[in-house]
C-alpha cells in the first residue's frame, strides 16, 4: 500500500438481503488529509463510516477490503476491531446527547474511556479528561455537570474531546454539526480541523454541508445511490466538476460568495437556485444502467439506460460518467430549467 495512504477501501459493497445500499466503492484516505464524503440523504455515506469503523448495522452484509496498515477490516474478527477503537479509529457523532449517557457526568465519561484504553489511576484519567475538555473550550468548573446540563455546542465539543482523547490515526465526523445554527457549526468545524491537524489526525467528514466542505476540506468524494460519482481535490472539483450529479449539487447549494469557483457568476438575493429534477433512486427498485441518467440533462437512451460507468481516473481525479467530457465550463446552466 502506498505509504502516504491511510486506508484503502476497494470494491466496498454493503447490503442489507437483496439490497445494496453501497454498490463497489473505491477510494483511498490519504495521511493528515480532511477527505469530504458529500451526496444526498440514502447516497450511503453513513454505511461507508460505519464500515471505515468496523461498525456495520448488524444486519448488514459487507464485502469487500478496507486496509488500515497491517489490518483488513472487513471481516476481521470484533477483537481486532476493538483493539483499534479508540487508539487508531474514532467517530465524531451526529447526535452528542444520544452518544452521551445521561446518568453520569461528562468529565467521568471521558474518564471512563482513558482508563479502558490506557488501565491509568483514576486521579490520572480524571485528569486527563478534564485537559481533553478544556482543549475544545470547556472550562474545567463545567466538566463535572451532565450532558443535559451542556448547549448543543458544548456537547458536540465534549464528543470531539472523547474521539481525540488518544490521538487516533482517523477521525470520522459524521454530520458533527448537525442542528447547531450557522455561528455554532463554524466555530465547531473550525474546532474539529485545527485539533485534528494539531494532532496529527486524518479527518473524514459526512457532511451536505459544501460550503463547510469548500471551507475546511482538502479533497472530496461525491457518492450517489451508494456508488462514487466523482472525487478530486476541493478546489478542482468545485471549480470545474466533471460529473453532472456534482454540477447540479454545486449549481443548487448556496454557496454566496463562492460563485467564480465554479466560473458563475455571483449570485444576488432573491434569484432561485438550479435544482436537480426528481429524486434519488429508492436503493430497493434501482434503475437499469446510470442510477443518476433520470434526472441527468446528458443522459441517453443508450448507454446511460443500459451501462452504468465505471470510474475513471485522471490528473488526481475520479469521475463515473459516461459523458463528462461533453460537461460545459457553464454546467450550472444545464439545472437552470428546474429552478
Keep these: 500500500m502506498n505509504p502516504e495512504v491511510l486506508v484503502s477501501v476497494r470494491d466496498l459493497h454493503v447490503s442489507f438481503g437483496a439490497v445494496e445500499a453501497v454498490r463497489g466503492l473505491s477510494f483511498d484516505v490519504r495521511k493528515g488529509e480532511v477527505l469530504a ?26 464485502t469487500g477490503s478496507i486496509q488500515m496498515g ?20 474514532a467517530l465524531v457523532p451526529q447526535d452528542a446527547l444520544s452518544a452521551l449517557s445521561p446518568v453520569h457526568r461528562v468529565a467521568d465519561q471521558l474518564a471512563t474511556a482513558v482508563r479502558s484504553v490506557d488501565g491509568v489511576s483514576r486521579k490520572e484519567a480524571r485528569a486527563r479528561a478534564v485537559a481533553a475538555l478544556e482543549e475544545v473550550g470547556i472550562p474545567a468548573d463545567r466538566t463535572r455537570a451532565y450532558p443535559h446540563e451542556f448547549s448543543g455546542g458544548m456537547r458536540q465539543r465534549a464528543v470531539i474531546a472523547m474521539a481525540l482523547l488518544h490521538s487516533p490515526a482517523l477521525v470520522i465526523a459524521d454530520e458533527p454539526t448537525t442542528a447547531q445554527d450557522q455561528e455554532t457549526q463554524r ?11 494539531a494532532t496529527g489526525t486524518t479527518l473524514v467528514l459526512i457532511t451536505h454541508d459544501l460550503p463547510m466542505v469548500r471551507d475546511h476540506a482538502d479533497r472530496v468524494l461525491v457518492m450517489y445511490a451508494g456508488r462514487l460519482a466523482e472525487e478530486g481535490p476541493v478546489e ?18 448556496p454557496l454566496q460568495g463562492r460563485g467564480e469557483l465554479r466560473n458563475q457568476p455571483r449570485r444576488t438575493h432573491g434569484i432561485r437556485l438550479p435544482l436537480i429534477p426528481g429524486t434519488p433512486p429508492n436503493p430497493t427498485n434501482l434503475p437499469p444502467g446510470c442510477a443518476f441518467a433520470p434526472r441527468c440533462p446528458l443522459a441517453d437512451a443508450t448507454r446511460c439506460a443500459t451501462a452504468h460507468p465505471e470510474p475513471e481516473t485522471r490528473n488526481n481525479r475520479t469521475v463515473a460518467c459516461h ?15 428546474s429552478a
Excluded at 470545474?240 to 449539487?249: D, I, N, S
Design 323 to 337: 459523458h463528462w467530457r461533453k460537461l460545459p465550463s457553464n454546467s450550472a446552466e444545464l439545472f437552470l430549467e
Design 236 to 253: 478542482e472539483v468545485f471549480t470545474r466538476p466533471r460529473a453532472p450529479y456534482t454540477a447540479g449539487l454545486l449549481a443548487s447549494a
Design 37 to 62: 464524503v458529500v451526496g444526498e440523504s440514502g447516497a450511503g455515506k453513513s454505511l461507508t463510516a460505519r464500515a471505515l469503523l468496523g461498525m456495520p448495522p448488524r444486519q448488514a452484509s459487507v
Design 187 to 197: 466555530r465547531l468545524l473550525d474546532l474539529l480541523t485545527h485539533r485534528t491537524e
Design 70 to 89: 497491517p489490518y483488513e477490516l472487513v471481516g476481521a474478527p470484533r477483537s481486532v476491531r476493538a483493539a483499534l477503537w479508540g487508539r487508531q479509529l
